[in-house]
């Protein structure tokens, strides 16, 4: 299980691959490194539709796993895939300062001859 958090960029509508097998890919921006990484994604089946309450621009956590498969095209030649297969999205919560506490009034200072030195 691998986690990445970032913007969401782009939601691509859901495309039905074949009459049993469905995929809607997304993209987010991962801004932790000096240079901005767009990282595409995919939900697979009935998780297509996890991408439905986000907004662009939107910070979320995406929950992942790396699948890779080997294919051999018709001239025999052998390519292989990498996919980011996602199957849990959660919103960022909006880090807020948290409430000044009561802060006790300060302590009388005395004289420079009240110094225990």
């Known amino acids: 299980m691998f986690q990445l958090k970032g913007k969401l960029k782009d ?3 859901t495309q039905k691959i074949t009459d049993t ?6 993209v ?5 490194s000096q240079y901005p990484q ?3 994604f995919q939900l697979t ?3 297509c539709t996890l991408i439905d309450g986000y907004q662009m621009g939107s910070e979320i956590t995406v929950n992942f796993n790396l699948r890779g498969r080997e294919w051999t095209s018709p001239q025999g030649d052998i390519r292989f895939f990498n996919t980011l297969e996602a ?3 959660e919103a960022v919560a909006a880090v807020s300062a948290p ?4 802060i006790p009034p300060a302590m ?3 004289s420079a001859d009240d110094l225990p030195f």
């Open 11 to 13: 939601i691509k509508e």
């Open 21 to 26: 097998f469905q995929k809607r890919e997304f």
């Open 28 to 32: 987010i921006t991962d801004d932790s």
């Open 38 to 40: 767009h990282i595409l």
């Open 45 to 47: 089946q009935d998780r």
């Open 87 to 89: 199957w849990r999205l």
């Open 99 to 102: 409430a000044p506490a009561d």
């Open 108 to 110: 009388e200072t005395g």
